[in-house]
């Protein structure tokens, strides 16, 4: 079955600290993953991908095959950065399976 | 920057009534999609469009919901006989070509309030 699970409904941190949104996922062929960020009062809007191996906002994730994992990363948390995060996949169709989201708060 | 923009942002409505909920996608893309957000839950496909034929629906989209594309701008949700668990926020997404290198822009949402 196609799962995407986050384990964290919210995690929160002070400006400044590390920061690392779990992400796994159950697919039994090649996935592709996705980040998603919904910021207060705005619509959902993709972060990165995993094909792109690119860093957003400071952000990157890596994709672990052996683990399942897609886990998003950034070293410095910034205020602007609270938001809801979604992690999703791909299969070989277009439609996106989400898992339940990670409120990201940061204190400053 | 051109965006999906969905009408309405909120709709009550009564169990049993029939509601349509409308998207404008950007101009230029060919597909179209549908997901829902029941409260406290995961976002959910619901139906993928393309060419004026769906091209994929989960088990969420039964005979309940429809889907169409009525002119060359809005595509539309109908959901035939609303239930309480129809209760959710709809979000309509368009691409504008198939396959991962292109990113589903996603609208705003319709919170649809079944009473």
């Known amino acids: 079955a196609q799962r995407v699970t986050q384990p964290e409904k919210l995690l929160s941190v002070f400006k400044g600290a590390p920061v690392e949104l779990k992400c796994n996922y159950s697919?039994?062929?090649?996935?592709?993953l996705f980040w998603y960020v919904q910021y207060s009062r705005q619509r959902l809007q993709l972060l990165l991908r995993?094909?792109s191996r690119e860093s957003i906002k400071g952000f990157t994730a890596d994709l672990n095959k052996g683990e399942t994992s897609f886990h998003l990363k950034k070293p410095f948390a910034q205020e602007e950065d609270s938001a809801m995060y979604y992690c999703?996949?791909?299969?070989?169709?277009?439609?996106?399976?989400f898992g339940t989201g990670t409120r990201l708060q940061v204190f400053p | 920057e051109p965006e999906v923009t969905q009408t309405p942002s909120h709709q009550v409505t009564q169990m049993g009534q029939e509601v349509i909920l409308r998207c404008v996608p950007i101009s230029n893309h060919l597909y179209f999609y549908w997901y829902r957000q029941i409260l406290g839950q995961k976002v959910e496909f619901l139906v993928s469009f393309y060419n004026n034929e769906i091209s994929e629906k989960s088990e969420i989209f039964d005979d309940q919901f429809s889907v169409e594309r009525p002119d060359g701008s809005n595509f539309t949700l109908k959901i035939r006989s609303t239930k309480l668990e129809d209760s959710a926020m709809y979000f309509c997404?368009?691409?504008?070509?198939?396959?991962?290198?292109?990113?589903?822009?996603f609208g705003p949402g319709t919170r649809l309030t079944v009473t």
């Open positions: 697919y039994s062929g090649s996935p592709e």
């Open positions: 995993h094909i």
């Open positions: 997404a368009s691409s504008g070509g198939r396959g991962h290198s292109y990113e589903q822009y």
């Open positions: 999703a996949l791909s299969s070989n169709t277009d439609k996106l399976i």
